[in-house]
């Protein structure tokens, strides 16, 4: 049993599988970081010095100014704002795969292979398909050679 899930685990797909779930993880939080620190303060400060990781909605009847404090005192909070910023977050992760798996795609194309030569010709009486070495139509039953093909 041991050797068959050593035999499964080493397999090339399984190994691939990790290794992109690590480099994955390891991407996520890179764009996590960029939309946290890089995106979202220069969009806040356009939007009139708005912090979209403080802004909530407190279900309370508490009023608390952030969303610490909210959740400091127990405040049961909606946390639009990191929302956005989760929304956002996934957008660029979306994307960067689009572009990545579209590269990738694109190395991958092949030239066209050749058509595959013909499996059938036409009966020169009847104009039926038939098969290319036949030497006799099954629709209408005449003979003949290649020299009589179409």
Same mark, same amino acid.
């Given at each position: 049993?041991?050797?068959?899930?050593?035999?499964? /685990?080493?397999?090339?797909?399984?190994?691939? @599988?990790?290794?992109?779930?690590?480099?994955?993880?390891?991407?996520?939080?890179?764009?996590?970081?960029?939309?946290?620190?890089? $995106?979202?303060?220069?969009?806040?400060?356009?939007?009139?010095?708005?912090?979209?990781?403080?802004?909530?909605?407190? $279900?309370?009847? *508490?009023?608390?100014?952030? @969303?610490? /404090?909210?959740? *400091?005192?127990?405040?049961?909070?909606?946390?639009?704002? @990191?929302?956005?910023?989760?929304?956002?977050?996934?957008?660029?992760?979306?994307?960067?795969?689009?572009? @990545?798996?579209? *590269?990738?795609?694109?190395?991958?194309?092949? /030239?066209?292979?050749?058509?595959?030569?013909?499996?059938?010709?036409?009966?020169?009486?009847?104009?039926?398909?038939?098969?290319?070495?036949?030497?006799?139509?099954?629709?209408?039953?005449?003979?003949?050679?290649?020299?009589?093909?179409?």
């Amino acid at each position: 049993m041991w050797k068959e899930f050593r035999e499964f /685990a080493m397999r090339g797909n399984v190994v691939d @599988l990790a290794v992109g779930l690590v480099v994955g993880a390891a991407f996520g939080k890179i764009v996590t970081s960029l939309v946290n620190d890089m $995106l979202m303060p220069p969009l806040g400060l356009v939007l009139g010095r708005v912090d979209f990781s403080n802004l909530f909605v407190n $279900l309370g009847s *508490q009023h608390d100014a952030t @969303l610490a /404090a909210a959740k *400091q005192a127990g405040a049961a909070t909606i946390n639009y704002g @990191l929302f956005i910023n989760t929304v956002i977050d996934f957008v660029i992760v979306a994307f960067a795969i689009f572009l @990545l798996v579209r *590269q990738i795609n694109r190395l991958n194309r092949r /030239a066209p292979a050749e058509p595959a030569p013909p499996s059938t010709k036409d009966c020169p009486y009847c104009v039926t398909a038939i098969p290319i070495a036949a030497t006799r139509c099954r629709a209408c039953t005449s003979h003949f050679d290649e020299t009589d093909a179409v």
